[in-house]
Structures are given as structure tokens and as C-alpha cells.
């Protein structure tokens, strides 16, 4: 018995998800666009003797049987960064445009703020913020191996972010990867289900849907919110985007990052959300060999 | 009276010396005269990069085009001291950039290349300049720049930071 049991109901093969979270996870590590491509990373990291497999779905993960990446020389030159396989799904699924204004809301320790520097061909602006002043540590470094020029990082409460002295009216592109409960790190957090359950997911929610509600305020009509966590729990995810979708002036978009995904839910617990939430999704550990993820895309429209 | 460096905030170079208003602080065209004279490094790499300073001596370059005077953590990497007399490139700058250089760049053999990247120092030949190189070697069929040596009486001494420095 633990905070996953209630999620039966919902887990198509749930014998299976619950294997799967009981494995650790694989060794993968995304490739640093700016400084090296996959063949380059992948040259350097045969010649140390690291076995290394292309991920399908995107050209930039890639496993490797090495359990410590970072005690190689593409490491060194910050041409791999160790990144979780699912952990780099949300940053695909926004996929901005080189010269674009990104934010990304809580960004510590940097992960997604790389991939997205990466994806504007680092030209443009990434504004990397995250509260927590100990975590910026690690997100400045990361940002530096890197190489990642066109990141800016600030310390503030996402909820209270402004644009002031940035010259410019709204972002592009927003990434609101919003702290959760983080049941889906099970694999590599063995306490990850510690105090996890419905009414601390429920109370996290509240902070999860002010942050998202800034990232729609700061985004220009026509631009995109990308929304994920690292739980499996609805009261974090889809209630979560049921509450800013009710409010008005975005609206939810179909993606497909070619991973395998199951649909966000429509009911839980006897509370039924907008049908459009089906257009969300889940990433179950089972169905990739990845972590548990949820992302869902918006479209901001007014 | 100059004006004094604003600790807090971001402050973009002047294009040359005479638009420069903070004492101490170097230009735009300075530090694009550095990197050429000392690393052959032209000029047009750097078109699409601004230059910056946070803290007296310690410059940045970022692709990001924002105004002036932005109070931020950090913007782009850190990327040249300029406080002492002879002028040094940070580890990571000379990793971004360093695969334009032309010209006092020291090729390492492997073996020597990991004593450097574990902080150590070691002798070398070198019958070039003295001073601040960029240290390199040979990765997936090209040579990578791998951060910053200072090159004395023979000796290479590495400039990588302690908490970047690895025993492969």
C-alpha cells in the first residue's frame, strides 16, 4: 500500500507500471546542441569505451552504459548534460524559435533552461528564474558548461515575475515546469512517495495554478505555455490546467513528441475537467523506460 | 566625475575607449583587439554577442539583446578578467570560443591534456608567447579547446576552476 495504489483505476497494465517503477532508471544524458551534435558526442564518448544508443524519438537523447557521464571528456566540454529521457520531453513540446523571448518559470537546476537555449540556436533570450537562491548555483553552472549565451537568470517568485528592464511587452514561449510532489521520480528517489497522497498534491495545486496563471499573463496572444510536472497525482496536473482553462483566454493543443503517452484524464474522483484536457499527457514508466511525466501545451489566445 | 561600476546591475561596454564613461572599464573594441591580438580570434565571431560588466573586472557576453542596466543574477557566461594587467579569459569562454582561435593555442597530448583538466602543473614546450593560453586537444576527430593555461619558464600552469576539475 502506497501513494500509488490510487492510481489504479486509471493505469492501463498497472502490474506493469508498478514493475517498472520499481527498476531504476536508465543512463541517459541529451546532447548540448550549441557546443557538439549527437554523432560528434557520440564519436567522443565510443572512444572511451561508453556504449552509447540513439533515442528514436529525438536525436539529441541518447543512453548510455556508463553509469557517471559525467567522468568523460564530452562532459568536460559540455557537450552532454545527464538529463532524465522524459525530463526532456516539456522543452520539445514548446519548441520555440530561434530569437525568441522563452521564460522558464522554475528553472533550478537548469536542464530545461539548456534544451531551450539549445532550440533557439542560443539566439534570443531565455529567462531562467527559480526562487530558490541555493538552486541558482547549479542552474548558472549549467548554464556555463553549456556554453548557453543567451540565458538571464533571475531569483524571484514566479507568481510575482514582471518583464521590468527586459525591453520587451511579453514572452514568445513559456515553460512552467512548476515544483510538485514528484512521484514520478520514484525510480531514482527511493523516498519520492514520502507524504505524497491526494491532499498534499491538493495543496501544492494552489501554487502550481498561480504560477501558471503568471506564465498565460506574461505570454503574447498567439504564443504558448507549456505546463508539466513530475507527478502522476490530477489534483496537480489536470485539475490544474481545468482551473486556468476555466478562467478563459487559452486553450489547450494536441502535441505528439513521438514518445508513447496515455491521454490526460477528463475525471477523477467524481470531478469531471474541460474534455479538451484529453489533449494533455501522461508518461508512465512503463511505456518508455522513462521517469513518470505530465505536459500539457496551451495556446494563448487573447 | 566617472561614474563608478554598479555592482548589481549589468552594464554594456562602450563601443570604443573614448564613449567609455566608468573608469577601469575596458570597451567593446578593446576587448574584440584582445581576443584577436592575442588568439586570432576575428572580430565577426563575435557580431551577434554583446559585452558586459557585473563587478569591476568581471566581464560577460551574452546573444541576449536587453537594455541596459538589468539587474539579473547573470546574463550569458562570464567571459574575460580584466581587473589585473594581463587580461584572462574564463575556462567556459574559452570553450564557447575558443575553437576560432588561430593563435596561442597549445595543443596537449591526451595524457597531458587530463593532468591539466586535474589542475595540475606541468612542464611543457612552448616556443611561443608567455602568458595566458588556450589549452586543447584532440576530441572526435578535431581539436577542442579544453580551458585556460598560463604559461611561465617552461612550466603550464592550469587555470581550470577546482570545482570543474576532473581525474578522468
Same mark, same amino acid.
Given at each position: 500500500m502506497d501513494a500509488l495504489d490510487r492510481y489504479e483505476p486509471v493505469i492501463e497494465e498497472f502490474d506493469a507500471f508498478r514493475e517498472a517503477c520499481a527498476r531504476s532508471l536508465p543512463s541517459v544524458v541529451r546532447v548540448? *546542441? /550549441?557546443? &557538439?551534435d549527437a554523432e560528434r558526442a557520440s564519436d567522443a564518448l565510443e572512444a572511451e569505451g561508453v556504449r552509447v544508443r540513439r533515442r528514436e524519438w529525438n536525436d539529441a537523447v541518447i543512453e548510455l552504459d556508463a553509469r557517471k557521464p559525467g567522468n568523460t571528456w564530452a562532459y568536460v566540454h559540455g557537450w552532454i548534460h545527464g538529463q532524465e #529521457?522524459?525530463? &526532456?520531453?516539456p522543452a520539445a513540446v514548446l519548441d520555440p524559435e530561434p530569437g525568441d523571448a522563452v521564460w522558464? &518559470? =522554475?528553472?533550478?537546476?537548469g536542464s530545461k533552461t539548456t534544451q531551450l537555449a539549445d532550440l533557439l540556436g542560443d539566439e534570443g533570450l531565455v529567462v531562467a528564474n527559480d526562487d530558490n537562491l541555493g538552486r541558482l548555483a547549479a542552474l548558472r553552472s549549467n548554464a556555463e558548461r553549456l556554453g548557453a549565451t543567451c540565458v538571464a537568470v533571475t531569483n524571484e517568485d514566479a507568481r510575482r515575475f +514582471?518583464? !521590468? *528592464? $527586459?525591453? /520587451? !511587452?511579453? $514572452?514568445d514561449a513559456v515553460l512552467a515546469d512548476v515544483p510538485c +510532489? =514528484? #512521484? *514520478? +521520480?520514484i525510480r531514482k528517489n527511493a523516498d519520492a512517495l514520502d507524504g505524497a497522497g491526494a491532499e498534499a498534491s491538493r495543496k501544492i495545486g494552489r501554487l502550481q495554478a498561480d504560477i501558471l496563471r503568471r506564465a498565460v499573463a506574461l505570454t503574447r496572444p498567439g504564443g504558448t505555455v507549456v505546463y508539466s510536472t513530475c507527478t502522476f497525482a490530477p489534483e496537480e496536473n489536470e485539475a490544474v490546467v481545468d482551473a486556468v482553462l476555466a478562467a478563459g483566454g487559452v486553450e489547450l493543443r494536441a502535441f505528439d513528441v513521438g514518445l508513447v503517452a496515455a491521454e490526460g484524464l477528463t475525471e477523477w474522483a467524481g470531478e469531471s475537467f474541460d474534455d479538451s484536457l484529453s489533449k494533455a499527457k501522461r508518461f508512465y514508466p512503463h511505456q518508455n523506460d522513462t521517469g513518470g511525466f505530465f505536459c500539457a501545451k496551451f495556446e494563448v489566445t487573447a | 566625475m566617472a561614474a563608478e561600476n554598479a555592482s548589481h546591475r549589468f552594464e554594456r561596454l562602450a563601443p570604443t575607449p573614448g564613449e567609455c564613461e566608468v573608469a577601469g572599464r575596458p570597451s567593446r573594441a578593446e576587448v574584440l583587439d584582445y581576443w584577436e591580438e592575442r588568439f586570432g580570434v576575428e572580430r565577426e565571431v563575435f557580431d551577434d554577442f554583446s559585452f558586459w560588466e557585473k563587478g569591476a573586472g568581471k566581464l560577460w557576453v551574452t546573444a541576449c539583446d536587453v537594455p541596459d542596466g538589468l539587474a539579473v543574477e547573470s546574463l550569458g557566461l562570464t567571459f574575460l578578467r580584466t581587473r589585473q594587467e594581463h587580461w584572462k579569459p574564463t575556462t567556459n569562454a574559452v570553450q564557447r570560443f575558443g575553437r576560432h582561435a588561430s593563435r596561442n593555442v597549445i595543443e596537449l597530448p591526451q595524457a597531458a591534456a587530463k593532468r591539466f583538466l586535474a589542475g595540475e602543473d606541468q612542464p611543457v614546450e612552448w616556443d611561443g608567447d608567455w602568458g595566458y593560453l588556450i589549452c586543447a586537444h584532440e576530441l572526435a576527430g578535431a581539436v577542442e579547446p579544453v580551458g585556460v593555461g598560463l604559461y611561465l619558464h617552461g612550466e603550464l600552469r592550469s587555470m581550470v576552476p577546482k570545482g570543474s576539475r576532473r581525474d578522468l
Amino acid at each position: 500500500m502506497d501513494a500509488l495504489d490510487r492510481y489504479e483505476p486509471v493505469i492501463e497494465e498497472f502490474d506493469a507500471f508498478r514493475e517498472a517503477c520499481a527498476r531504476s532508471l536508465p543512463s541517459v544524458v541529451r546532447v548540448n *546542441g /550549441i557546443k &557538439a551534435d549527437a554523432e560528434r558526442a557520440s564519436d567522443a564518448l565510443e572512444a572511451e569505451g561508453v556504449r552509447v544508443r540513439r533515442r528514436e524519438w529525438n536525436d539529441a537523447v541518447i543512453e548510455l552504459d556508463a553509469r557517471k557521464p559525467g567522468n568523460t571528456w564530452a562532459y568536460v566540454h559540455g557537450w552532454i548534460h545527464g538529463q532524465e #529521457e522524459v525530463s &526532456a520531453v516539456p522543452a520539445a513540446v514548446l519548441d520555440p524559435e530561434p530569437g525568441d523571448a522563452v521564460w522558464d &518559470a =522554475c528553472a533550478a537546476p537548469g536542464s530545461k533552461t539548456t534544451q531551450l537555449a539549445d532550440l533557439l540556436g542560443d539566439e534570443g533570450l531565455v529567462v531562467a528564474n527559480d526562487d530558490n537562491l541555493g538552486r541558482l548555483a547549479a542552474l548558472r553552472s549549467n548554464a556555463e558548461r553549456l556554453g548557453a549565451t543567451c540565458v538571464a537568470v533571475t531569483n524571484e517568485d514566479a507568481r510575482r515575475f +514582471t518583464l !521590468d *528592464g $527586459f525591453g /520587451i !511587452d511579453a $514572452f514568445d514561449a513559456v515553460l512552467a515546469d512548476v515544483p510538485c +510532489t =514528484c #512521484e *514520478g +521520480t520514484i525510480r531514482k528517489n527511493a523516498d519520492a512517495l514520502d507524504g505524497a497522497g491526494a491532499e498534499a498534491s491538493r495543496k501544492i495545486g494552489r501554487l502550481q495554478a498561480d504560477i501558471l496563471r503568471r506564465a498565460v499573463a506574461l505570454t503574447r496572444p498567439g504564443g504558448t505555455v507549456v505546463y508539466s510536472t513530475c507527478t502522476f497525482a490530477p489534483e496537480e496536473n489536470e485539475a490544474v490546467v481545468d482551473a486556468v482553462l476555466a478562467a478563459g483566454g487559452v486553450e489547450l493543443r494536441a502535441f505528439d513528441v513521438g514518445l508513447v503517452a496515455a491521454e490526460g484524464l477528463t475525471e477523477w474522483a467524481g470531478e469531471s475537467f474541460d474534455d479538451s484536457l484529453s489533449k494533455a499527457k501522461r508518461f508512465y514508466p512503463h511505456q518508455n523506460d522513462t521517469g513518470g511525466f505530465f505536459c500539457a501545451k496551451f495556446e494563448v489566445t487573447a | 566625475m566617472a561614474a563608478e561600476n554598479a555592482s548589481h546591475r549589468f552594464e554594456r561596454l562602450a563601443p570604443t575607449p573614448g564613449e567609455c564613461e566608468v573608469a577601469g572599464r575596458p570597451s567593446r573594441a578593446e576587448v574584440l583587439d584582445y581576443w584577436e591580438e592575442r588568439f586570432g580570434v576575428e572580430r565577426e565571431v563575435f557580431d551577434d554577442f554583446s559585452f558586459w560588466e557585473k563587478g569591476a573586472g568581471k566581464l560577460w557576453v551574452t546573444a541576449c539583446d536587453v537594455p541596459d542596466g538589468l539587474a539579473v543574477e547573470s546574463l550569458g557566461l562570464t567571459f574575460l578578467r580584466t581587473r589585473q594587467e594581463h587580461w584572462k579569459p574564463t575556462t567556459n569562454a574559452v570553450q564557447r570560443f575558443g575553437r576560432h582561435a588561430s593563435r596561442n593555442v597549445i595543443e596537449l597530448p591526451q595524457a597531458a591534456a587530463k593532468r591539466f583538466l586535474a589542475g595540475e602543473d606541468q612542464p611543457v614546450e612552448w616556443d611561443g608567447d608567455w602568458g595566458y593560453l588556450i589549452c586543447a586537444h584532440e576530441l572526435a576527430g578535431a581539436v577542442e579547446p579544453v580551458g585556460v593555461g598560463l604559461y611561465l619558464h617552461g612550466e603550464l600552469r592550469s587555470m581550470v576552476p577546482k570545482g570543474s576539475r576532473r581525474d578522468l
